[in-house]
Nanobody
């Protein structure tokens, strides 16, 4: 499984970005797809996931600000990020779980204060 992430960039605090993750196969064949991030000097951490049946989960730090969604026709999972904060600055990685974990290449999000 190959994952291609895109959509990162530089945004001011309070702004919005939408990340995209396109898979090389049907996203409905995955058990779970999601987003993780690695902030400067920190370990990679969970952000949000969406299951095959559409159930979602979010880290407390992004709840109410980030929304994960998907488009099966495009084999793409999205992460809509609103009200961004400087502490959201990180490399964001797309993840897919199917017997093992698959990772995209990461996309950098920088939020300026």
């Amino acid at each position: 499984v190959q994952l291609q992430a895109s959509g990162g960039g530089l945004v001011q605090a309070g702004g919005s970005l939408r990340l995209s993750c396109t898979a090389s196969r049907s996203i409905f064949s995955m058990n779970v797809m999601g987003w993780y991030r690695q902030r400067p000097g920190k370990q990679r951490e969970f952000v949000a996931t969406i299951s095959t049946i559409g159930g979602t989960a979010y880290a407390d730090s992004v709840l109410g600000r980030f929304t994960i969604s998907r488009d099966g026709a495009k084999n793409t999972v999205y992460l809509q990020m609103n009200n961004l904060r400087p502490e959201d600055t990180a490399v964001y990685y797309c993840n897919a779980e199917l017997y093992q974990n698959y990772w995209g290449q990461g996309t950098l999000v920088t939020v300026s204060s």
